[in-house]
């Protein structure tokens, strides 16, 4: 029996102009079909074109304009690219992952792979996803930080302020969600116990706060409700980001996506979940843009030790 696979699916932060260049031009084409379908042929046109290897070739002025362009529809861009590859992977190995998982927007490609709904349906979905996201911005003036150290962030040092632990990375990466003028006050106060702070400068909404997103979250509950909205049983074993466990129920999943963007991920119980099911971190298969999830899993002793054993186990003799 060989090794177990894992397909896993970034989320946001992972985007570049010209994302899509490694996809074939017939699957492109495929999915600017779908896409022009369900979104109209202007978005889809310029969504297109900023995955394309023509944006990254864009210099100057017009680059700055495109990269906040690219930032304003991250999720509806990443999704595509990962979509593409996902099929590209499909067409070059064949391969049926034993397991499929993604953190926030990452959620949707794995929702792709194991046939929860059909691309032409996820893509309006994220579009929702992106607007109403987008449009809380307008009312709450948002931000992330990451914050890197083995130590847990205790309650006090958020205190006094509204700001809440978005997602759980690793044992070593967590990030918060919150207000841009209060987001310092905190980070100040984790500086000074020894915590590595990075602002994420791209993002400028409060993703998985449960006050700031609500919008988005009831956005999402309504589209998921219509008749025609299908959520169907995984073909491929999904481990949810929210709760880093198995999820085969259409309807928890349905209430699983609609309620992400006001809930806490939880990437590290997703992560744990595979080494306990002994996948070897050479066996997890990052689909999309970058290579930042797999980067993750060197903060993950236990894959070290899972290469271990393996190693120690005698080959068998074959005649």
């Known amino acids: 029996m060989g090794f177990r ?23 492109l084409d495929d999915l600017y079909e779908q896409t022009e379908r369900e979104l109209g042929e202007g978005l ?13 070739l864009v210099e100057g002025e017009e680059r700055q304009e495109l990269q906040k362009r690219l930032n304003q529809n991250v999720q509806l861009t990443t999704f595509i690219t990962s979509c593409g590859l996902y099929l590209k992977d499909q067409e070059e190995t064949n391969t049926v992952p034993d397991f499929v998982a993604g953190p926030s927007l990452g959620l949707f ?45 205790r309650e006090d040092f958020l205190k006094k302020t509204s700001v809440k632990i978005a997602n759980f990375n690793t044992p070593t990466q967590t990030i918060l969600t919150g207000l841009k003028e209060e ?89 744990e979940f595979f080494i306990k099911q002994k996948i070897l971190k050479s066996s997890v298969v990052e689909v999309g843009p970058g290579k930042k999830l797999t980067k993750m ?16 186990v005698p080959a068998l003799n074959s005649r």
């Open 109 to 153: 490609g794995a929702l792709f792979a194991a046939k929860v709904s059909p691309y032409s349906q996820l893509v309006k979905i994220v579009k929702f996803r992106q607007s109403s996201m987008n449009d809380s911005s307008l009312l709450f003036n948002g931000g992330m930080t990451a914050v890197f150290g083995g130590k847990s962030i």
């Open 5 to 27: 696979k894992v397909y896993v699916f970034p989320g946001q932060g992972s985007h570049s102009l010209g994302m899509g260049a490694g996809i074939p031009k017939h699957i």
């Open 44 to 56: 889809t046109r310029f969504l297109f074109y900023l995955i394309s290897p023509a944006a990254a």
């Open 297 to 312: 899993l060197d903060d993950f002793p236990g894959f070290l030790k899972l290469e271990e054993k393996t190693e120690k």
């Open 183 to 271: 987001l310092p006050l905190v980070e100040l106060r984790l500086k000074r116990k020894g915590f590595r702070i990075v602002p994420l400068k791209e993002v400028v909404v409060a993703n998985h706060h449960p006050d700031y997103m609500v919008l988005a979250s009831l956005v999402l509950d309504y589209i998921l409700n219509l008749s025609d909205t299908v959520i169907n049983t995984p073909e491929i074993p999904l481990v949810l980001d929210t709760t880093g466990k198995l999820e085969s129920d259409p309807h928890k999943i349905r209430r699983a996506i609609a309620k992400q963007p006001i809930s806490q991920t939880h990437w590290r119980w997703v992560i």
